[in-house]
């Protein structure tokens, strides 16, 4: 399974969407980094993507649009 749907699946409870979610609508041009227990998140607004990282496999990351990944995380838990 890919380390998004993984994060999403496993990591991304209530508090940690909202937290997501704040980050993406107040972020200008710069980077956040969140890091969770297995899994870390790369907000880059310059760039608007955002990269999910499996901290424990560092191979495993997975880069999608800022928006993409806001929908997702507005999704069902």
């Known amino acids: 399974m ?3 749907q993984d ?3 496993h990591e991304a409870d209530g508090l940690v969407r909202s937290e ?3 980050a993406v609508d107040h972020l200008a041009a710069e ?3 969140f890091t969770y227990n297995t899994f870390n998140v790369l907000l880059d607004g310059e760039s608007q993507l955002a990269t ?3 901290e ?3 191979e495993r990351a997975q880069t999608v ?3 993409a990944f806001a ?3 507005r999704g069902p838990a």
Do not use: A, K
Request: hydrophobic share 45%; proline share 8%.
């Open 2 to 4: 890919p380390p998004l």
């Open 7 to 9: 994060f999403l699946n």
């Open 20 to 22: 997501l979610l704040s």
């Open 31 to 33: 980077q956040r980094y």
């Open 52 to 54: 999910v990282e499996d």
């Open 56 to 58: 424990l496999d560092v």
């Open 65 to 67: 649009s800022l928006r």
């Open 71 to 73: 929908e997702l995380l």
